[in-house]
């Protein structure tokens, strides 16, 4: 429980100072409000405050802007007056460890995972795919995971589609219809993954999430920014690539309870993207992460310009809100104007619908769980200024981080080692041995004066033995055969 001497994290103050506290901010939380309100200087002094308590912690840079935190700030005529009406005495400007990351390379340290982690599930909807093609890959993958196969890049997952495609009929009992028509346009979508940034994404190394929730040298929590500008051209990759991350967090890290503060938190920006055509099975798996994913230390704090963007079945387990300001141009923005008030515990010195639309830039409608986890009062609250730069850090500042980081070394470059596409491959340079064998025996038999009896009269084909070889037992695969988790992600060990 917070002390005197420790409130909890100070967000801002509105007829009093209003404080999250570090061992219920695992009960996750929603930042929204309009572009230009504020969210992102609200996003930044809670990962400020949760690395100053040694909680590591995870956001994406969808506009380029919060490289910044890992620089000192400088004073600021607004800045300071903030801090005096807020009575923040003790403000200070200091910069914060950070890691970069980035998908592509260019702006962090390479971050990956391996199509067999990522799993069927998120697979098909980074794909796009319909029931049927859907059915395919699950298919396909079960085939893998019976096998042990890993399929850690494209042309892995592209080779066994092939695979299936040229064996279908042999695969049909096992694994059920697969028509060429339907793995063909499967791999056509591979294709356009590919060309939007998927090779560079799908491969080894794989990430270690530990290397997610590491401290720096002060003590301080690492602030892990992924550069998401670039990404979010590609918008199903970006909100597919968090959603995994946030299904290996869920699948890898031990129960740890109700912990004194979380082990990492995690700020989904642009989460609308997440939801956006999402069928129902997977918000419903969404929702069942989200709700137990506290009991691992994680807090996930859902960061969008309006709060409707959020099922609700999800948005009724982010007890922590900071609610910038709305538009109420259109009736759905009068629709979210009135739902985003009603979901806060009323307040009688103000009318909260007409708050959020008055609300001025930095300033929110803030309401915390309080020490019962309840939700406290919601207050009207100027949002305190943060202590690292506003705006980004510049390249070179980028790029003395990146080259000092020790993770460097382990994930800039790119591993290829031996998996479905050698394995299939080797089969298949096997099968063609076999064939060139058996037609010089036939060939030499014909010169013989008598035929030599059949060894057998339904000798296998070369393929059809590598077809049986491929879905042969289960039983014959213990110890090898792999097992996934709510998502679909691989349950390690």
Do not use: C
């Given at each position: ?107 962090g340290h390479r971050v990956r995972t391996t199509v067999s982690e990522m799993g069927p599930l998120l697979f098909a909807r980074l794909l796009d795919l319909n029931d049927t093609q859907e059915g395919i890959l699950y298919a ?354």
């Amino acid at each position: 429980m917070a002390t005197q001497e420790d409130p909890g994290i100070f967000i801002g103050k509105g007829t009093q100072p209003v404080y999250l506290l570090p061992r219920l901010s695992n009960r996750h939380g929603l930042i929204a409000g309009a572009t230009g309100t504020g969210k992102t200087v609200s996003l930044q002094i809670l990962a400020e405050d949760f690395s100053r308590r040694g909680v590591p912690v995870f956001m994406a840079d969808v506009k380029g802007d919060l490289s910044g935190i890992s620089q000192a700030g400088t004073e600021h005529p607004k800045l300071m007056e903030r801090a005096a009406t807020i009575g923040l005495a003790d403000y200070s400007f200091e910069s914060f460890p950070v890691v970069f990351w980035d998908l592509f390379g260019k702006q962090g340290h390479r971050v990956r995972t391996t199509v067999s982690e990522m799993g069927p599930l998120l697979f098909a909807r980074l794909l796009d795919l319909n029931d049927t093609q859907e059915g395919i890959l699950y298919a396909v993958f079960k085939m893998a995971d019976d096998q042990g196969l890993l399929l850690l890049d494209l042309k892995d997952l592209r080779t066994l589609l092939t695979f299936a495609g040229e064996n279908a009929r042999e695969l049909t009992l096992e694994y059920g219809n697969m028509s060429r028509a339907s793995i063909g346009a499967i791999q056509r979508r591979l294709l356009v993954l590919e060309e939007e940034g998927g090779k560079q994404f799908l491969g080894e190394p794989a990430l270690d999430l530990y290397d997610f929730m590491r401290t720096g040298p002060n003590g301080y929590g690492n602030i892990n920014i992924l550069a998401a500008d670039q990404l979010m051209q590609s918008p199903k990759l970006y909100a597919t690539f968090l959603l995994w991350l946030l299904s290996e967090l869920f699948e890898e890290l031990p129960e740890v309870g109700d912990p004194e503060k979380p082990r990492l938190v995690f700020f989904f920006d642009e989460a609308h993207l997440l939801f956006d055509d999402a069928p129902k099975a997977l918000i419903d798996k969404v929702e069942q992460v989200v709700r137990l994913i506290r009991s691992k230390g994680v807090g996930v704090y859902f960061v969008t310009q309006n709060p409707l963007d959020i099922p609700d079945s999800v948005l009724g387990q982010l007890g922590n809100r900071i609610q910038h300001a709305l538009r109420a141009f259109t009736p759905r923005d009068q629709k979210a104007v009135r739902a985003a008030a009603t979901t806060f515990r009323a307040n009688p010195a103000f009318d909260a619908v007409e708050a959020i639309k008055e609300l001025g830039v930095g300033e929110a409608l803030v309401s915390t769980l309080g020490g019962k986890g309840t939700p406290s009062v919601v207050e009207r609250t100027l949002i305190r200024p943060p202590s690292s730069r506003l705006g980004p850090a510049t390249r070179a500042e980028r790029r003395e981080i990146i080259e000092a980081s020790m993770l460097g070394k382990r994930y800039d470059e790119s591993v290829d080692r031996r998996s479905a596409y050698e394995h299939l491959k080797e089969r298949a340079e096997k099968a063609a041995e076999v064939e060139v064998q058996e037609a010089e025996e036939k060939a030499a038999s014909r010169t013989r004066k008598k035929a030599p009896r059949a060894r057998r009269g339904n000798r296998q084909s070369v393929m059809e033995a590598m077809v049986k070889s491929v879905v042969r037992s289960v039983g014959s695969s213990l110890g090898r055969r792999i097992a996934r988790g709510v998502l679909g992600s691989i349950l390690k060990g």
